[in-house]
């Protein structure tokens, strides 16, 4: 919906016209949503409180609030679409890459808990009684069934620690320190950074295309009173640049961001060009951010089928090699 108002709002719509053109389109339970929107914008609310009462992710609701602040609403709108529908594009191709190996494990647990439990005892007894020892695969595969419980055991209150982490503790820390932990979480940390970065810094980028100086693009930032983040961002960065330090002192310092952003800063200030220097960058995080998404899923997908396929073999094995044990002892 916000792509196609962006595309008509570029042809020269209105915002309530290319809402209206938009609501033609949509079912009857949306078409509803859209025009009790239209009267909201009649009657002057803004366009990103609008959206927020319909439900819309806060991303975009902040890309709208920016929009609305520098005036490049067409463009922003097509971005912050583009954004988020590849986000939702790389999630459904990550669900279509785990599905079949998901279902693979799935089954290759309850073959395994089978043969761990019913069909490897029967053979383990026939060698006590006959007197020969169990082969590495048959000794390998209890071993694994015996530490079973005690690894779901651990899973479960792994997950109990950090669902009562996040519900008693987490969530209420400050919306920055909260960044600041997601960061530093081992492997997934650089994907939250690059995300963090992309977003500071194409909307930051826009603020100063559409003529604003640093400090009132802060300000903004600061005024943002429905995104937690935004606000306690924009405070941080105006209380130390009324102190008088640089922009690309104060990033550096900031953990949740790339460490080339300060660069950047710096040489978009010298050269006059900060708001091209920041929309470029944002790109390149976007970028590396897929890159790294698309080489967890190469990956993933042949792990997952390695780590079956030893499973399966040694299975496989464990029942092959007691049949030989036999014929060996008969």
């Known amino acids: 919906m916000l792509k196609h108002v962006g595309e008509l709002l570029d042809r020269g719509y209105s915002l309530a016209e290319a809402l209206e053109s938009t609501s033609l389109q949509m079912a009857e339970g949306k078409k509803f949503q859209l025009k009790n929107s239209i009267k909201l914008l009649r009657e002057g609310f803004a366009f990103s ?21 520098h005036g490049g609403q067409a463009h922003a709108y097509i971005e912050a679409s583009k954004y988020m529908l590849k986000q939702q594009k790389d999630k459904r191709e990550l669900i279509k890459v785990l599905t079949y190996p998901l279902i693979l494990v799935f089954t290759t647990i309850l073959l395994f808990v089978f043969v761990d439990q019913f069909l490897l005892p029967k053979f383990v007894s026939l060698f006590q009684s006959m007197g020969l020892p169990p082969n590495l695969f048959t000794r390998a595969i209890i071993l694994i069934g015996s530490t079973i419980p005690f690894v779901s055991t651990l899973v479960v209150i792994t997950l109990l620690i950090i669902t009562s982490y996040y519900l008693f503790t987490f969530r209420n820390y400050s919306a920055i320190k909260q960044k600041k932990i997601l ?28 003529g604003l100086s640093i400090y009132e693009a802060v300000s903004l930032f600061e005024g943002n009173k429905e995104n937690k983040f ?18 690309e002192e104060i990033i550096r310092k900031q953990r949740i961001f790339e460490s080339d ?20 960058f944002s790109g390149y995080c976007m970028n590396r951010f897929q890159e790294k998404v698309n080489y ?24 092959l090699l007691p049949m030989f044990h036999l014929m060996d002892g008969i």
């Open 261 to 280: 952003l300060s660069m950047v800063i710096q040489h978009g200030q010298k050269n006059g060009r900060l708001d091209q220097e920041l929309y470029f």
């Open 49 to 69: 409180l609008v959206i927020q009462k319909l439900g819309f992710h806060q991303t975009l609701v902040s890309y709208v609030y920016f929009a609305e602040q």
């Open 183 to 210: 960061v530093s979480i081992p492997w997934c940390g650089p994907f939250f950074q690059l995300l963090i970065t992309h977003y500071f810094s194409v909307q930051l980028s826009y603020l100063l295309g559409g």
């Open 296 to 319: 967890i899923m190469k990956f993933i997908q042949p792990s997952i089928y390695l780590l079956v396929g030893l499973l399966v073999i040694s299975m496989y094995l464990s029942i």
């Open 230 to 247: 935004d606000k306690e961002l924009g405070a941080y960065l105006k209380q130390h640049l009324l102190k008088g330090t640089s922009l």
